[in-house]
């Protein structure tokens, strides 16, 4: 038998598959992992065929495979076929794509040690290296290369100075707990003088099992439980372990009476008949939460698993504590914190089928499922679905994919669905369901705008108007909360000479650095880099170097000048860099532990805060300038998502909009929080400029650090896309090459060729063909919406 294998590594058009024998007793399957030799290396592959030996492959001596790698993490058929086909569209490498479903990483260490020989170290470095790896006996390549430099390591290696040899990485051990398992009442009384373990038994009568560690959380000894475990009414049981971190599963949790709206809409997915896609439109606090969780019962009592994306999980923990609380141990958690231990843990028991829902994440779209029933996107018009580095997927069409494969319902859900997917409703493609009331009849905010041009020339130059103000007094008064949402991280965004104009900008990058008082520095949001602030300017020498712009560092103090007595916390980037430091904030925020809760777009994401009345948000019309064609597609569900988050409690909700662009479309139909309405509008503006979801959009970016090479690639690779359209007919237009918006971030430089049309297929099977494209630094980002 011969099995056809693609190699695991990131060439980039290395796509095509090679040949190898199957050793007897070796039980590869499509989707295996193994090793195979390949040129002078060993080289992780994955199995994609499994066949006859044909004659063609005589004519070469194909080489054995040498091992199987993982026998458990292997690929499934239906993962295989998706990797293939995002691939495709995505225009990434196959090895890449596949790449996305592992969950252990290579099975492969490289290691070095020293050869004893003739050849001695010359340099400084080399003898360092060589003292290294002497004491170690054999030291790991990658961790001598990044301890010194990969060059001299390299170099060593081509003197055999150093010899090297390839690892099977040990696999990472199954993480398990115990578990304590009722078995029976106590029928003999010999718990009579034993009150401890009478009281654990009863308790554990009532929910059968659960790991030592809950037991040990309410307050009984671990003699407790193993004594209890010799009575023989219990036993003891080791699982396999998985993180559910968030809160404890075992409280439980009744279901909502549903209201008509979402009655309908539950049903309408549970008699799905043909694995069709669902868009769930409900208004901010319409309990789309709850639709989900009915449907997932659903799923559950027909022995189906489910998938639920959340934009990011530190600040969604909620809607995860709501699935826990009603599912327990059935759910996985899947978040860029676990252990590798426990991912995997919750990956095998998602592919046993141990597990029934597993919730995370973009990545968690890529976990192994047994028998898929249904997948849920909450927030699906979220950017974050959208991964911004290759493979540059889509989490929604993946998720569609997927479904497909297992003949199931995608249920997409939004306040504000993406304007491409809510035309997919309108068009049939996509199944339109809509809860327009909020529960319980609560109504939703009032929205004023303010218009801060007026609020200018009435001479209030505070960052907060006079409505602002009046607004958290009163809410203050009241002991409700508020919400404040400035998209703007930082205490200043600029910083500039007054004198000469001079803006103080990144060394590496082309941008504006942003002042951080907390660490007195100017920081660059592109690329992290740090500079003390001038006291000079460097250009004309004068001392008037002035902060400019306002972020959510300044809004913090002005609001603690103007509330002395308000108990305020930030949540943005820099006070959640620390690990659950957002779920923190927030949970203390819920608690009421503060009245202000002010931050950047991560204070609108999906929150359900009962004592939220207010909301205020600044700067509306930031995003709204951005040269883009989504810029008034994010501006409205950011302003309708924030606004969202007040009244949901029994008190009204109230929100203040700050803008100097009152009149513009987006800001009045966030204003009356009409989706309807902006969407009509946003549709025909669509329609006429011929932007998705009407054509689709390759975005191919070209960076260099050198500028002529850059419009030297530039140039070649447009003029390719010209002729092919000349040629072919095609109505993709080719425009460009143009800078980016961004000149230059890491000094690289930017710029970008746009392909747009009806349909890229053609296209992208010309740029698959063509070396050009497959250079470093030519990025092509398919459907692109950055
Ligand atoms: N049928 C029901 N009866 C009473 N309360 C309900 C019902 N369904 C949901 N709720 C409650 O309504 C509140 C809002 O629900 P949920 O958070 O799911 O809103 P949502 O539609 O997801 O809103 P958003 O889009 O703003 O996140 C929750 O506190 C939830 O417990
Ligand atoms: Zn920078």
Redesign the pocket.
């Known amino acids: 038998m011969v099995a056809d294998i693609i190699i695991n590594i990131t060439a980039k058009q290395v796509q095509q598959t090679f040949s190898y024998t199957i050793p007897d007793g070796l039980s590869v399957r499509i989707g295996s992992r193994v090793l195979v030799p390949f040129g002078p290396r060993r080289e992780e592959g994955i199995v994609l065929a499994v066949r006859e030996e044909r004659d063609s492959d005589r004519q070469y001596q194909l080489k054995p495979i040498l091992a199987l790698l993982s026998s458990q993490a292997g690929f499934q058929e239906e993962m295989i076929q998706t990797a293939v086909w995002i691939s495709q569209y995505y225009l990434c490498g196959l090895a890449d794509a596949l790449r996305l479903f592992m969950i252990e990483k290579k099975g492969i260490i490289r290691r070095v040690y020293l050869k004893t020989g003739p050849v001695l170290p010359v340099t400084e470095e080399e003898r360092a290296v060589a003292a290294y790896v002497d004491v170690r006996g054999k030291a790991e390549k990658k961790q001598v290369c990044r301890q010194f430099s990969a060059d001299c390591v390299e170099e060593m290696v081509r003197q055999h100075q150093l010899d090297q040899e390839d690892y099977l990485q040990n696999q990472i051990a199954d993480k398990m707990e115990k578990w304590l398992v009722f078995q029976s009442d106590d029928t003999t009384g010999i718990l009579k003088r034993r009150p401890r373990q009478a009281a654990l038994l009863a308790q554990l009568k009532q929910i059968r099992s659960a790991p030592f560690s809950y037991w040990i959380g309410k307050g009984y000894s671990r003699d407790v439980l193993l004594h209890l475990c010799q009575s023989g009414c219990a036993t003891m049981e080791e699982k396999l372990s998985h993180t559910v971190d968030l809160t404890h599963p075992l409280e439980g949790d009744v279901p909502?009476?549903?209201?008509e709206e979402?009655q309908r809409a539950v049903d309408a997915v549970r008699n799905d008949a043909g694995g069709r896609t669902y868009v769930l439109h409900?208004v901010?606090?319409?309990?789309?939460?709850?639709v989900y969780m009915q449907l997932t019962e659903d799923v559950l009592q027909k022995g189906g698993q489910v998938l639920v994306l959340v934009p990011e999980i530190a600040l969604t923990g909620q809607i995860v504590r709501r699935f826990i609380r009603r599912f327990g141990n059935d759910v996985v958690v899947m978040h860029s914190q676990l252990s590798k231990g426990e991912r995997r843990n919750n990956w095998l028991r998602m592919a046993n089928g141990e597990s029934h829902i597993c919730i995370g994440a973009r990545s968690a779209v890529f976990t192994a499922v047994r028998s898929l029933g249904l997948v849920i996107v909450d927030e699906e018009h979220d950017s974050s679905y959208k991964q911004e580095e290759a493979p540059r997927y889509h989490a929604v069409e993946v998720a569609r994919r997927r479904a497909s494969y297992y003949g199931c319902p995608v249920l997409l859900g939004s306040?504000t669905p993406s304007i491409a997917d809510y035309y997919r409703t309108q068009t049939g493609q996509y199944v339109l369901l809509e809860l327009t009331q909020r529960?319980?009849n609560r109504p939703l905010p009032s929205v004023q705008v303010v218009d801060m041009r007026e609020e200018l020339a009435r001479g209030n130059r505070h960052v907060l108007s006079d409505a602002m103000t009046d607004l958290l007094q009163e809410t203050l008064q009241q002991k409700q909360q508020a919400i404040i949402l400035l998209n703007r991280r930082g205490f200043s965004t600029f910083v500039m000479c007054r004198k000469c104009g001079y803006v103080v900008k990144c060394d590496t990058c082309d941008v504006a650095m942003v002042y951080h008082k907390q660490q007195d520095q100017l920081r660059c949001h592109y690329c992290d880099a740090e500079k003390p602030v001038p006291l000079r300017c460097p250009e004309c020498g004068s001392k008037y170097i002035k902060f400019f712009g306002t972020g959510t560092e300044k809004v913090e103090e002005q609001l603690r000048e103007q509330f002395p007595h308000a108990r305020i916390v930030r949540l943005d980037q820099d006070t959640t860099t620390r690990k659950n430091s957002g779920d923190h904030i927030i949970e203390a925020f819920r608690r009421h532990e503060y009245d202000i809760l002010l931050g950047t777009q991560m204070v609108a994401k999906?929150h359900?805060f009962a004592d939220v009345s207010a909301v205020g948000i600044l700067a509306a019309d930031s995003l709204l300038n951005l040269p883009a064609y989504w810029a008034g597609e994010r501006t409205f569900q950011l302003l309708t998502q924030a606004a969202?988050r007040a009244g949901?409690g029994t008190i009204p909700g109230r929100v203040v909009m700050q803008t100097y662009a009152p009149e513009h479309y987006v800001i009045q139909c966030a204003e009356r929080q009409d989706y309807a309405a902006f969407y009509a509008q946003e549709i025909q503006y669509r329609k006429e400029l011929l932007y998705p979801p009407f054509h689709q959009i390759l975005k191919i970016v070209i960076t260099d650090e050198n500028e002529k090479a850059l419009w030297d690639t530039g140039n070649t690779l447009a003029l390719l896309l010209q002729n092919w359209h000349t040629e072919s007919g095609s109505d993709t237009a080719v425009i460009g090459p143009f800078v980016d918006i961004i000149k230059k971030v890491r000094n690289k430089y930017r710029i970008v060729i746009l392909l747009k049309g009806p349909d890229l297929t053609a296209v992208k099977d010309f740029i698959r063909a063509q070396r050009e494209f497959w250079r470093p630094g030519v990025i092509l980002d398919v459907d692109s919406m950055g």
């Open positions: 909502f009476r549903l209201t979402q409900g901010t606090g319409s309990g789309k939460t709850e306040a529960v319980l999906g359900d969202g949901r």
